[in-house]
Antibody, heavy 122, light 105 residues
Framework: QLQLQESGPGLVKPSETLSLTCTVS??????????WGWIRQPPGKGLEWIGSIFYSGNTYFNPSLKSRVDISVDTSQNQFSLKLTSVSAADTAVYYC??????????????WGQGTLVTVSS | SSELIQPLSVSVALGQTARLTCERE??????VQWYQQKTGQAPLLVIY???DRPSGVPDRFSGSNSGNAATLTISGVQAEDEADYYC????????FGGGTKLTVL
């Protein structure tokens, strides 16, 4: 059974870079039908897509975050990673990684990690 | 507008039918997904491509998409269906609705 697990610091200082890694187990990250995505959810608010990556490195980003976001993939480790630069309190959120079923119309997220809370504070 | 509009809250009596809407101009031209999110948990895909159910999702969950609104219908609502529900589509980027809190009375 596919499992995704986010890891990284739970506290980041303002203006610094948020870095998270998602480790995929129970299946390969190198599958043609799937991208791998990051989604976040500020406390008490809704879901916001950050971006998604294919195992080859192709990426798509939310235009509102694109200037601050980098997503990379390491197929040898079956992992993909998120970097968000110049963070502020507005970036405080639970960050989820998820499998993004690119081959399906609508491109659903069909498997999610449990999420990790990242707080931006000095 | 490119936004997806969902009512903030819907209440339904136990065993009755809940209908949650997701509105956008000409949404029928897009494939819509629905996610269930219980408190403290990650979202769970319950409907994709307007009306298809992933394996393991109870058949009381169904979806439709017509005109300017997609609808998630939960027939015979159970107490465990109380959750936040989000719609989502792809339009050169992922777009999520603001979410609806379903309360089971």
């Amino acid at each position: 059974q596919l499992q995704l697990q986010e890891s990284g610091p739970g506290l980041v200082k303002p203006s610094e870079t948020l870095s998270l890694t998602c480790t995929v187990s129970g299946g390969s990250i190198s599958i043609h039908s799937y991208f791998w995505g990051w989604i976040r959810q500020p406390p008490g608010k809704g879901l916001e897509w950050i971006g998604s990556i294919f195992y080859s490195g192709n990426t798509y980003f939310n235009p509102s975050l694109k200037s601050r976001v980098d997503i990379s993939v390491d197929t040898s480790q079956n992992q993909f990673s998120l970097k968000l630069t110049s963070v502020s309190a507005a970036d405080t959120a639970v960050y989820y990684c998820a499998r993004h079923y690119w081959a399906a119309a609508g491109r659903p997220f069909d498997s999610w990690g449990q999420g990790t809370l990242v707080t931006v504070s000095s | 507008s490119s936004e997806l509009i969902q009512p903030l809250s819907v209440s339904v009596a136990l065993g009755q039918t809940a209908r949650l809407t997701c509105e956008r101009e000409d949404i029928r031209s897009k494939a819509v997904q629905w996610y269930q999110q219980k408190t403290g948990q990650a979202p769970l895909l319950v409907i994709y491509k307007d009306k298809d159910r992933p394996s393991g999702v109870p058949d009381r969950f169904s979806g439709s998409n017509s005109g300017n609104a997609a609808t998630l219908t939960i027939s015979g609502v159970q107490a465990e269906d109380e959750a936040d529900y989000y719609c989502q589509l792809w339009d050169n980027r992922v777009i999520f609705g603001g979410g609806t809190k379903l309360t089971v009375l």
